[in-house]
Every structure is written in structure tokens, then in C-alpha cells.
């Protein structure tokens, strides 16, 4: 089991950008497929973007697509999310998970494929 601690969320206006980190220790981040999620109040938990842990693997939700990035760096143990041209409707609790696979390409996008999770980071976006 691994364990995930997020970092680098705020306040930030509506255009703004943030860099969110996620620590992974307990075991190598390598053959852990990783995804962001987020919440809002109230609502479920969301994907966000998902990465491989060969990297080659990326996946976002339409949403975010073309405004966030995700990546890693498996020799630090970390993963990232770079939020760019932030909106309001980004405000939520976002969540680190991951999920060991053999495939190194593979991906999970589901919460219910995930085994390990951060304790969030939250982002507001004002207007």
C-alpha cells in the first residue's frame, strides 16, 4: 500500500493557474497507474486525468481538456497536476489516487478502480 499526500492547492481568480503536486511514499510510484479526481460540495466524486505509470498514458476529462495537465516523475515519487485558465467551476477538493497494474499503458478513470487515495488539496476559484 502506498500512501499519497497532496499539495499546492489555494485561492486563486478565475484565470489563474496552479501547480498541484501529489507525494507518493510507501512503495515506487513505478507500475502504479495514477489519476486525479475532484469534488465539489455536494456532489460526487469526479474524474479529472489519468496517467500511466509508463507516462504514455494520458487521459482527461472533457472539462478540464486543453486547460489541465497531467505528468509524473517516477524518480521523485511524484505526480502533478498543472491547472491553467482556472474557472469557478474548478472549486472542489481534488484527490491523488493510485492503483498498481502490471500493464505500464494502462489507465483507470473510475473511483472504484483505485485502492489508495490522498487526503485532498482544495482549490477555489473566485470570480
Known amino acids: 500500500q502506498v500512501q499519497l499526500v497532496e499539495s499546492g492547492g489555494g485561492l486563486v481568480q478565475a484565470g489563474g493557474s496552479l501547480r498541484l503536486s501529489c507525494a507518493v511514499s510507501g512503495r515506487t510510484v513505478n507500475n502504479y497507474a495514477m489519476g486525479w479526481f475532484r469534488q465539489a460540495p455536494g456532489k460526487e466524486r469526479d474524474f479529472v486525468a489519468a496517467i500511466s505509470w509508463s507516462g504514455r498514458g494520458i487521459l482527461y476529462a472533457d472539462s478540464v481538456k486543453g486547460r489541465f495537465t497531467i505528468s509524473r516523475e517516477n524518480a521523485k515519487n511524484t505526480i502533478y497536476l498543472q491547472m491553467n485558465n482556472l474557472k469557478p467551476e474548478d472549486t472542489a477538493v481534488y484527490y491523488c489516487?493510485?492503483?498498481?497494474?502490471?500493464?505500464?499503458?494502462?489507465?483507470?478513470?473510475?473511483?472504484?478502480?483505485?485502492?489508495?487515495w490522498g487526503q485532498g488539496t482544495q482549490v477555489t476559484v473566485s470570480s
Open positions: 489516487a493510485a492503483e498498481w497494474t502490471y500493464d505500464s499503458d494502462s489507465l483507470r478513470v473510475r473511483v472504484a478502480q483505485f485502492g489508495s
